[in-house]
């Protein structure tokens, strides 16, 4: 007996799946539809605006997220569990050797716009790819609390329950990540 | 150096990433049927009308209204109520019913060893366990099998003793009254597993079941000193976690020793603690940590030593294994192995996250050759 949509609608993160679990695909549907976006963006984030490698890893990231739902136990909001899997699916993807995608390509694009506002764009561009860059320089740590944090939109208390430390914890963290980023972002030009 | 909140504010920063047409419907497709649990399926027919309902629930009214009178009988003494069975005639039956086959269940700690009634409170041994408390538990049972009267011997001075005694089991005894003999063997467990974990806590103790006087100490010349081993068993597979002076020995070093001790070499033997030969302590852990890695395929030990107060993790493999730690979810990193097969590898609070006690750590053998059988398993940290 599957819920209609109508009564799915409004429920929390929890809820959907406890109703996934009980056998309904539309609240699986609606998990999706409430939360891709976000992962999407998050991966298109990092790996350096890669549109379509971004969508093969949302869609990598359900993927193993259906396999593994028996283990989200509901302690921490299903959207930042599933920036978890995301992040991880991109670890795994670029510690694959062949499929690094080279960073330069985007600076090279934008070094071609040559007309005023597309200039100014193409310079807010390379400045977004050397923070993006100096936030996957990070210590490994310090990189997941700033990329949940900015990239999946998820609170200290939410990253600090996914990753079984205090929120104090993690708000050092993240105070030790902008002190890095900002000696690196210095550095650069 | 850019300010705090200026990076703040470029993280937060960005124009707004619209997904893909195409990449939601796409992910929905892809909704694996096996992700759903168990499908709600109607009730059978028989919900729908509801006489067979009613036709159960009387059958179960008239049964319990049955049994509840046939008990009040019993009691009462009421004539036409069941006789109830002397407890002399069971106990007779007790006897006679003793043989062969019952000591077979006896030994194995289906039938209790005192009065040899099969017990449905009392749980069957334990399974056979790879470590020293199972063994030193069936040891116990064993010998209390061994001192329990042989039943199936017994004399008419026996066999009257055994009426006395059902007698007795008649008469409710008062709240104050010993625990019965027959769960003598499951007090002694207990009382066994209490001194186990006292073993535990405590550094060195003469409970301990290891042979420690064998121990040669020139064998262990180049393993780290231990001053405080402590194991603690449980469903999953167990890491044996130990307190190493180093830091002491460091200590030493600071006051003018010569030769600082690493982690790793021996700290000198005048700063031991007195009671403690931690070469012999040493030995014990090891042998308690072989017995739960032997279920691990191509681990042939494992332990976390404490060094200057960091963990450090500590293993030996079999031929053509690897070692791999779980950083995050489904993240794997391969730990660092020598020539002589052997991992050691500080645990990195940064990287795994907190090491409380209590925490779990995934680890898992991986073989060289894809074709080969690695295994998965958890080993917690247990509190100092």
Do not use: C
């Given at each position: 007996?599957?819920?209609?949509?109508?009564?799915?609608?409004?429920?929390?993160?929890?809820?959907?799946?406890?109703?996934?679990?009980?056998?309904?695909?539309?609240?699986?549907?609606?998990?999706?539809?409430?939360?891709?976006?976000?992962?999407?963006?998050?991966?298109?984030?990092?790996?350096?605006?890669?549109?379509?490698?971004?969508?093969?890893?949302?869609?990598?990231?359900?993927?193993?997220?259906?396999?593994?739902?028996?283990?989200?136990?509901?302690?921490?909001?299903?959207?930042?569990?599933?920036?978890?899997?995301?992040?991880?699916?991109?670890?795994?993807?670029?510690?694959?050797?062949?499929?690094?995608?080279?960073?330069?390509?985007?600076?090279?694009?934008?070094?071609?716009?040559?007309?005023?506002?597309?200039?100014?764009?193409?310079?807010?561009?390379?400045?977004?790819?050397?923070?993006?860059?100096?936030?996957?320089?990070?210590?490994?740590?310090?990189?997941?609390?700033?990329?949940?944090?900015?990239?999946?939109?998820?609170?200290?208390?939410?990253?600090?329950?996914?990753?079984?430390?205090?929120?104090?914890?993690?708000?050092?963290?993240?105070?030790?990540?902008?002190?890095?980023?900002?000696?690196?972002?210095?550095?650069?030009? | 150096?850019?300010?705090?909140?200026?990076?703040?504010?470029?993280?937060?920063?960005?124009?707004?990433?619209?997904?893909?047409?195409?990449?939601?419907?796409?992910?929905?497709?892809?909704?694996?049927?096996?992700?759903?649990?168990?499908?709600?399926?109607?009730?059978?027919?028989?919900?729908?009308?509801?006489?067979?309902?009613?036709?159960?629930?009387?059958?179960?009214?008239?049964?319990?209204?049955?049994?509840?009178?046939?008990?009040?009988?019993?009691?009462?003494?009421?004539?036409?109520?069941?006789?109830?069975?002397?407890?002399?005639?069971?106990?007779?039956?007790?006897?006679?019913?003793?043989?062969?086959?019952?000591?077979?269940?006896?030994?194995?700690?289906?039938?209790?060893?005192?009065?040899?009634?099969?017990?449905?409170?009392?749980?069957?041994?334990?399974?056979?366990?790879?470590?020293?408390?199972?063994?030193?538990?069936?040891?116990?049972?064993?010998?209390?099998?061994?001192?329990?009267?042989?039943?199936?011997?017994?004399?008419?001075?026996?066999?009257?003793?055994?009426?006395?005694?059902?007698?007795?089991?008649?008469?409710?005894?008062?709240?104050?009254?010993?625990?019965?003999?027959?769960?003598?063997?499951?007090?002694?467990?207990?009382?066994?597993?209490?001194?186990?974990?006292?073993?535990?806590?405590?550094?060195?103790?003469?409970?301990?079941?290891?042979?420690?006087?064998?121990?040669?100490?020139?064998?262990?010349?180049?393993?780290?000193?231990?001053?405080?081993?402590?194991?603690?068993?449980s469903e999953t597979p167990v890491i044996t976690v130990f307190e190493s002076p180093a830091p002491r020995a460091r200590q030493v070093s600071a006051e003018g020793v010569p030769g600082e001790s690493?982690?790793?070499?021996?700290?000198?033997?005048?700063?031991?603690?007195?009671?403690?030969?931690?070469?012999?302590?040493?030995?014990?852990?090891?042998?308690?940590?072989?017995?739960?890695?032997?279920?691990?395929?191509?681990?042939?030990?494992?332990?976390?030593?404490?060094?200057?107060?960091?963990?450090?993790?500590?293993?030996?493999?079999?031929?053509?294994?690897?070692?791999?730690?779980?950083?995050?979810?489904?993240?794997?990193?391969?730990?660092?192995?020598?020539?002589?097969?052997?991992?050691?590898?500080?645990?990195?609070?940064?990287?795994?996250?907190?090491?409380?006690?209590?925490?779990?750590?995934?680890?898992?053998?991986?073989?060289?050759?894809?074709?080969?059988?690695?295994?998965?398993?958890?080993?917690?940290?247990?509190?100092?």
């Open positions: 007996m599957k819920a209609s949509s109508a009564a799915v609608r409004g429920r929390r993160g929890g809820q959907l799946v406890a109703a996934v679990k009980a056998g309904d695909r539309t609240a699986a549907e609606r998990l999706v539809e409430e939360t891709y976006e976000m992962v999407f963006a998050s991966l298109v984030k990092l790996t350096g605006g890669d549109r379509d490698l971004a969508a093969d890893l949302t869609q990598e990231t359900y993927r193993r997220a259906w396999q593994s739902l028996d283990r989200f136990d509901g302690r921490s909001k299903f959207g930042t569990w599933l920036y978890r899997i995301a992040y991880n699916a991109f670890l795994n993807h670029v510690r694959r050797p062949a499929r690094i995608r080279p960073f330069e390509e985007g600076e090279a694009e934008a070094a071609e716009d040559t007309a005023p506002d597309l200039r100014r764009r193409a310079e807010e561009r390379q400045q977004e790819e050397r923070l993006r860059r100096a936030v996957l320089d990070l210590p490994e740590d310090l990189r997941f609390a700033v990329t949940a944090r900015y990239w999946s939109d998820a609170s200290a208390t939410e990253i600090a329950k996914i990753q079984g430390i205090s929120a104090v914890a993690v708000r050092k963290r993240l105070r030790k990540a902008y002190a890095a980023l900002g000696i690196a972002l210095e550095a650069t030009p | 150096m850019k300010n705090e909140r200026d990076i703040r504010r470029r993280l937060s920063k960005g124009s707004p990433i619209e997904p893909p047409a195409g990449l939601l419907e796409a992910i929905q497709q892809e909704i694996p049927e096996e992700t759903f649990g168990p499908p709600l399926t109607a009730l059978p027919e028989t919900a729908g009308s509801p006489r067979p309902l009613r036709f159960v629930a009387a059958a179960v009214v008239i049964l319990a209204a049955g049994l509840l009178a046939v008990g009040v009988a019993r009691n009462v003494g009421l004539p036409g109520g069941v006789e109830p069975v002397s407890e002399v005639a069971l106990a007779e039956a007790e006897l006679a019913s003793t043989g062969p086959e019952d000591e077979r269940l006896r030994s194995l700690g289906y039938i209790d060893a005192e009065d040899g009634v099969a017990s449905a409170d009392r749980a069957p041994a334990p399974a056979p366990r790879f470590d020293e408390t199972s063994r030193a538990l069936r040891t116990l049972e064993a010998s209390s099998v061994r001192e329990a009267p042989a039943d199936a011997e017994a004399t008419e001075p026996q066999r009257q003793q055994l009426a006395d005694r059902s007698l007795r089991r008649a008469t409710p005894p008062p709240a104050s009254v010993a625990p019965r003999e027959a769960d003598r063997s499951v007090s002694a467990q207990a009382q066994l597993r209490s001194e186990t974990s006292k073993a535990e806590e405590s550094p060195v103790s003469s409970e301990t079941s290891f042979d420690l006087d064998r121990v040669d100490e020139n064998e262990l010349a180049d393993e780290p000193q231990v001053a405080e081993a402590i194991v603690v068993t690493t982690p790793g070499s021996r700290a000198p033997s005048a700063k031991r603690a007195p009671s403690t030969p931690p070469a012999a302590q040493y030995r014990a852990s090891l042998d308690a940590s072989r017995a739960f890695t032997e279920r691990v395929p191509g681990l042939e030990s494992i332990e976390i030593l404490r060094e200057a107060g960091r963990f450090v993790l500590r293993a030996r493999l079999e031929p053509k294994f690897g070692l791999e730690i779980e950083v995050e979810e489904d993240v794997w990193r391969e730990l660092p192995l020598s020539e002589e097969r052997l991992v050691r590898y500080e645990l990195d609070e940064g990287l795994l996250g907190e090491l409380r006690p209590g925490r779990e750590l995934r680890l898992r053998t991986m073989p060289d050759e894809a074709r080969g059988f690695g295994a998965t398993f958890r080993a917690t940290i247990p509190s100092l």
